[in-house]
């Protein structure tokens, strides 16, 4: 197959949108910075964020890559099928339950980042232990949409997969690192425009190709495979519920959501948005799970692509950019490439800003540099979006399967971070010990549940856990399991240890996280003899002999 030259020329005009609605957002950014924080304007706008332009960048956000040629992936795998598209019903739920319970304790005392009450709660040295899981989350994200964006280039416009990695990483951390969270929500409203138009576009003529039979047919009945609808087994039900939880709970805490919640001008504001914005991936998602249904009632023998099957050669993860290199014209196609472009770069630059927004005020302002000037902090915030995206793009050159990256992703953040914030919140007095035992009693239940595509065989086998292909699977909800454990031992060990500090049980002096005030110390009281009673001696002095 030769270079789409049509393709290439679309493709860059799209990037150079991006960067010059980047540049301007980059202005606008100056001119928010004579009436508030510099750092404060780069990281959450000023606060004065509009409910437009805040609903679009959240949707956009959370519409990624990963997301979009996931879903796909997951429809057309025989394997799985509709029935196991989770991420629209779970972010429907995570935007609904965030914005009930999380938006107005996280606005009430004007927080910067997510990080703020966790350092508030559990001191500086915890509070960086916990920024881990959530870079990890983010850089693991941009790598897993990067890695997206590279199997479309390479399938439609028939080039090296790394330099639509390289080309795509450069313009979002150069758009970013200029306009700071104006450049993101500006260029996410055009992005989301774009991929809804792309996407749509394509489907009518996927669907309407000669070598597809009729999808509501296949839908559930056998013809090319098993009806793409899917299947869910009653022994499959608890790891169904387990990842169903897994993305509406676990989608929560993260600097992405909270940043446009800061964002947000009021708390009624933020709440819209994030209730909205659940919506509008459902919306979003609707033409991937019919180009995965398409794929699933293709006759390839009939197209140019041919036979073994795009499952039967391993490249269901680029299912999506298949179709529309095979399904759909050459115009079309290069439309729907621009969609997946957006897609990336609408979450990828998010992800970025995250990252680096934590960094800086966090890690840097609050640990290692208190007196640190604005100028500073946004010079940091610029350094680490240059090294984070150069690190998520180097991580994108190894990912085998987009969806199991993407969703990897976030589970040290489910399963440490969303007890230690619930706590912080919800859960009054607990305190540095509890949050340090959660944190390592989690991370160790985790690892040692294993992990398929790490190839790290599992040292528990919960119940359900079983063999398949050679690979242990565990059945068990063992991921939900992790984090309530998690969030069960934050609070036991801490009102265990404040209970033993107050009885004077432990020493004081033992207590080296400052937990227990001196205030709130009990001092023993002095036994009463039940026959003699108490007798108390009253001892007048005289100032005025003390002073002669």
């Known amino acids: 197959m030769a270079l789409n030259i049509p393709g290439l020329v679309a493709t860059i005009v799209f990037y150079a949108i991006m960067l010059a609605t980047g540049i301007w957002?980059?202005?606008?950014?100056?001119?928010?910075?004579?009436?508030?924080?510099?750092?404060?304007?780069?990281?959450?706008?000023?606060?004065?964020?509009?409910?437009?332009?805040?609903?679009?960048?959240?949707?956009?956000?959370?519409?990624?890559?990963?997301?979009?040629?996931?879903?796909?992936?997951?429809?057309?795998?025989?394997?799985?099928?509709?029935?196991?598209?989770?991420?629209?019903?779970?972010?429907?739920?995570?935007?609904?339950?965030?914005?009930?319970?999380?938006?107005?304790?996280?606005?009430?005392?004007?927080?910067?980042?997510?990080?703020?009450?966790?350092?508030?709660?559990?001191?500086?040295?915890?509070?960086?232990?916990?920024?881990?899981?959530?870079?990890?989350?983010?850089?693991?994200?941009?790598?897993?949409?990067?890695?997206?964006?590279?199997?479309?280039?390479?399938?439609?416009?028939?080039?090296?997969?790394?330099?639509?990695?390289?080309?795509?990483?450069?313009?979002?951390?150069?758009?970013?690192?200029?306009?700071?969270?104006?450049?993101?929500?500006?260029?996410?409203?055009?992005?989301?425009?774009?991929?809804?138009?792309?996407?749509?576009?394509?489907?009518?003529?996927?669907?309407?190709?000669?070598?597809?039979?009729?999808?509501?047919?296949?839908?559930?009945?056998?013809?090319?495979?098993?009806?793409?609808?899917?299947?869910?087994?009653?022994?499959?039900?608890?790891?169904?519920?387990?990842?169903?939880?897994?993305?509406?709970?676990?989608?929560?805490?993260?600097?992405?959501?909270?940043?446009?919640?800061?964002?947000?001008?009021?708390?009624?504001?933020?709440?819209?948005?994030?209730?909205?914005?659940?919506?509008?991936?459902?919306?979003?998602?609707?033409?991937?799970?019919?180009i995965g249904a398409v794929a699933a009632s293709t006759d390839w023998n009939q197209t140019s692509y041919g036979l073994p099957t795009p499952n039967e050669r391993g490249e269901s993860s680029m299912i999506l950019p298949i179709v529309l290199q095979y399904l759909c014209p050459t115009y079309v196609s290069v439309a729907g490439l621009g969609a997946i472009a957006a897609a990336v770069m609408s979450s990828a630059d998010s992800a970025l800003l995250s990252a680096s927004s934590m960094l800086a005020h966090n890690i840097y302002r609050k640990i290692l540099r208190k007196k640190a000037t604005e100028k500073e902090v946004v010079c940091i915030m610029r350094v680490s979006m240059v090294v984070f995206g150069a690190a998520a793009a180097g991580l994108a050159f190894l990912s085998n399967s987009v969806y199991d990256l993407w969703f990897l992703s976030g589970e040290l953040v489910y399963a440490l971070l969303f007890p230690q914030l619930c706590c912080v919140l919800f859960i009054p007095n607990t305190n540095t010990y509890g949050s340090a035992a959660g944190f390592f009693f989690g991370f160790l239940l985790r690892l040692l549940a294993g992990e398929p595509s790490l190839k790290i065989p599992p040292v528990i086998h919960y119940p359900g856990c079983c063999l398949v292909d050679g690979v242990y699977v565990q059945l068990f909800p063992f991921k939900t399991f992790t984090m309530l454990l998690t969030l069960g031992t934050i609070v036991a060990v801490s009102y265990l240890v404040a209970f033993l500090f107050k009885r004077n049980i432990l020493p004081h002096g033992w207590d080296v996280c400052s937990v227990i005030k001196e205030s709130e110390a009990s001092v023993p009281l002095p036994e009463l003899d039940e026959q003699a009673g108490l007798q108390i001696n009253i001892v007048y002095i005289n100032p005025i002999e003390i002073h002669t």
């Open 25 to 290: 957002a980059a202005w606008k950014t100056k001119k928010e910075e004579k009436n508030a924080n510099r750092s404060e304007v780069a990281m959450v706008g000023g606060r004065n964020m509009n409910i437009f332009v805040g609903l679009f960048t959240t949707t956009a956000t959370w519409v990624g890559g990963g997301y979009i040629n996931g879903t796909s992936e997951i429809v057309y795998l025989p394997t799985r099928g509709l029935a196991w598209v989770l991420a629209p019903v779970g972010y429907v739920l995570a935007f609904i339950i965030g914005g009930l319970f999380f938006v107005k304790p996280m606005r009430s005392k004007s927080y910067v980042t997510m990080m703020d009450p966790l350092q508030e709660t559990y001191g500086n040295t915890m509070g960086t232990l916990l920024f881990l899981p959530t870079l990890i989350g983010d850089v693991f994200w941009f790598a897993a949409i990067l890695s997206a964006l590279g199997a479309t280039m390479s399938v439609i416009l028939d080039i090296r997969g790394y330099l639509a990695i390289i080309i795509s990483a450069c313009t979002v951390i150069l758009y970013t690192l200029l306009g700071g969270l104006y450049s993101v929500a500006y260029t996410d409203v055009i992005q989301l425009v774009f991929m809804m138009v792309s996407l749509w576009t394509c489907v009518p003529f996927a669907l309407l190709n000669s070598a597809t039979e009729n999808i509501y047919y296949t839908a559930v009945n056998e013809f090319y495979q098993i009806p793409w609808i899917g299947k869910l087994e009653t022994e499959y039900l608890g790891r169904w519920l387990d990842e169903l939880l897994y993305v509406a709970l676990g989608s929560i805490p993260w600097q992405i959501y909270f940043q446009r919640v800061l964002a947000a001008s009021s708390t009624r504001q933020a709440r819209l948005t994030s209730y909205f914005a659940g919506f509008g991936c459902v919306f979003m998602v609707i033409p991937s799970v019919l």
